[in-house]
């Protein structure tokens, strides 16, 4: 009797496709001078708990790629598979922090944009909203700011709140396209350590777009590099829990070999 | 993630907060116009071209306590919140639609081009051939003045709304009606307000134009109505008292309905263009 579920488990784990996966994906846009190839046949596929960081140069099509994994955008060629499933819209299984601040809604505090998302996202009951809300509020540290209308915010407490809403969702897959780009370097440091704590804690599987090395070996477990124009697979790192401590050897290597491998000038600067 | 503290507010000097606003600032500005008005009508000395405020003031009083102005004030507000809520409503309606659809989006552009330019009195003649002197008449007229401007303001502030706010709506699964209603109406609400303000004072206008126009033959005529037969009668005062309603009712609904408005929406959620 036990073990037949159990049985099927295994079953099913041995055969179940990637969490994301992503099969020969081309991504354009037209323009008034013609079709604009900003990403050219991607693959890749992420597995559970794992945090995938797309890095490139500006104009390589990450935002573009996440875009599509989001459902904002349509491939032109490929598919991209969520659970095995064709993703064709956007939905509250992908939520994604954007690195634009107006991306909370400002008629609504800061309960109240996190509390909405539940509610519009998830279906929770009003009162569950709340309290699922104020949960996540105060995990990213905003416990005093519940009742602030948005425009009232510092750039980095209007990210915590998008980083908030999105966890709150408790997504299969968390989108982030660098939410701290518009930060200034000592707020960044601060949120990409609270954020690959949050990501550690509840362990969940994210892919994250920056142009920052430094960035990509701090919050990801593995970092995928694009070429710009079009955006096409580079090179990929696994980045070993040793190497994300900041100052260590192990850092500073897997730093120049991400340098070396994707940016033909070893001394251009990559911040 | 460590609290973030809570900033530590000041209460701002007493003096500061008596004259922060510009109530006092306007009373002033009034007050100046009523001497003006006052000096210059003494000194003209025709009460038949520009009466006294004194005796406007008096003509306007003595209308009030016979309840004809009450009357014919109620009458034209009447009609002017029918046309103006017909008008609303169809402007959320047809900007919905433009919103969800390419061909609804082409039909409000193509429409509100043709007949936003149209002037409401023009179709004056029109109504009164399908409607028939009365109030279907009049309402058809607001309506018309108030649809394009209010349905223009609410596209171009549909349009405006930035689009990673689009998405963090869409994110959450929000499509059609819903959208429209939870995202992009209040995203685009400086730009809606400010085109049922505009909405409001074409309404007000060509209600009291239109009344003035074919008053002649309507038995419970408005505020229109009230200044025509004044003038009819050489009542200037009285003429001027009937205008001196309309600017206060402009003012009564500018200043405290949408100021108030403005103030629980925009202002508090930091959208105003200042
Ligand atoms: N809406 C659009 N219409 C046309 N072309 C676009 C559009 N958005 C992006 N592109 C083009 O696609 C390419 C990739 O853009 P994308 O925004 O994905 O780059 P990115 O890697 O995110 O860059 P950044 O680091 O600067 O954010 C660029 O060449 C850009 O010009
Ligand atoms: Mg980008």
């Known amino acids: ?245 900041r100052g260590t050897a192990q850092f500073a290597e897997l730093e120049r070999q991400i340098q070396q491998s994707v940016f033909a000038d070893p001394e251009a600067e990559y911040v | 993630m460590s609290d973030i503290a809570a900033p530590k507010l000041l209460r701002a000097p007493a003096s500061q907060r008596a004259f922060a606003g510009t109530p006092w600032r306007r009373a002033v500005i009034l007050a100046g116009f009523a001497l003006i008005w006052e000096l210059y009508a003494r000194w003209l000395d025709n009460p038949l071209l520009l009466p006294t405020m004194g005796a406007t003031l008096s003509a306007l009083w003595s209308a009030i306590l016979s309840g004809e102005l009450p009357d014919r004030t109620l009458t034209s507000l009447r009609v002017l919140t029918t046309g103006y809520a017909i008008g609303v409503a169809v402007a959320a309606i047809l900007t919905t639609l433009a919103a969800l659809s390419r061909w609804g989006n082409e039909a409000l552009g193509l429409l509100t081009s043709m007949f936003n330019p149209l002037p409401a009195i023009a179709l004056l003649p029109v109504a009164l051939l399908w409607f028939g002197v009365g109030t279907p008449s009049l309402i058809f007229v607001i309506v018309h003045s108030v649809l394009w401007p209010v349905a223009l303001a609410c596209h171009g502030g549909f349009l405006a709304v930035p689009p990673t706010l689009r998405m963090a709506g869409r994110n959450l699964g929000l499509s059609g009606g819903r959208f429209v209603v939870e995202i992009l109406v209040p995203a685009a609400f400086p730009q809606i307000l400010s085109g049922l303000r505009i909405g409001w004072a074409f309404a007000w206008r060509t209600l009291i134009a239109a009344e003035l126009v074919f008053g002649v033959s309507a038995r419970s005529g408005g505020l229109g109505w009230f200044i025509y037969t004044s003038r009819a009668q050489l009542e200037t005062a009285s003429v001027f008292a009937g205008l001196l309603t309309v600017i206060l009712i402009g003012l009564v609904v500018e200043g405290v309905i949408f100021r108030t408005l403005t103030r629980l929406t925009v202002q508090r959620w930091g959208q105003e263009q200042a």
Not at chain 1, 115 to 140: C, D, F, I, M, N
Not at chain 1, 148 to 153: D, G, Q, R, S, V
């Open chain 1, 1 to 245: 009797m036990n073990v037949a579920p159990r049985l099927a488990g295994l079953v099913g784990d041995a055969v179940s496709p990637p969490l994301l996966a992503l099969d020969h994906v081309s991504i354009s846009y037209p323009t008034r001078d013609g079709i604009l190839t900003a990403v050219e046949d991607v693959s890749f596929t992420l597995s559970a708990g794992e945090r995938l960081v797309l890095l490139g140069p500006s104009g390589c099509g990450k935002s573009t790629l996440l875009r599509t994994v989001g459902g904002f955008l349509k491939p032109s060629a490929g598919e991209i598979r969520l659970h095995g499933k064709r993703i064709v819209a956007p939905g509250p299984d992908r939520m994604t922090v954007f690195q634009e601040f107006d991306q909370l809604l400002p008629w609504r505090t800061v309960l109240g944009n996190v509390r909405y998302a539940l509610e519009r996202g998830k279906s929770l009951p009003r009162g569950q909203a709340e309290e699922v809300a104020r949960h996540w509020l105060t995990r990213v540290g905003l416990k005093n700011f519940v009742d602030a209308f948005p425009h009232t915010l510092s750039g980095g407490m209007k990210q915590r709140v998008a980083i908030a809403r999105a966890f709150a969702l408790e997504p299969a897959l968390l989108l982030m396209d660098e939410p701290f780009a518009a930060l200034d370097a000592l707020t960044r440091r601060q949120m990409q350590d609270e954020l690959l704590k949050l990501c550690e804690e509840t362990g969940s599987t994210a892919l994250f777009v920056t142009h920052g090395i430094d960035e990509a070996i701090r919050v990801g477990t593995r970092i995928i590099a694009l070429t710009p124009h079009p955006g096409r697979l580079a090179a990929s790192f696994d980045v070993l829990p040793e190497s994300r401590v």
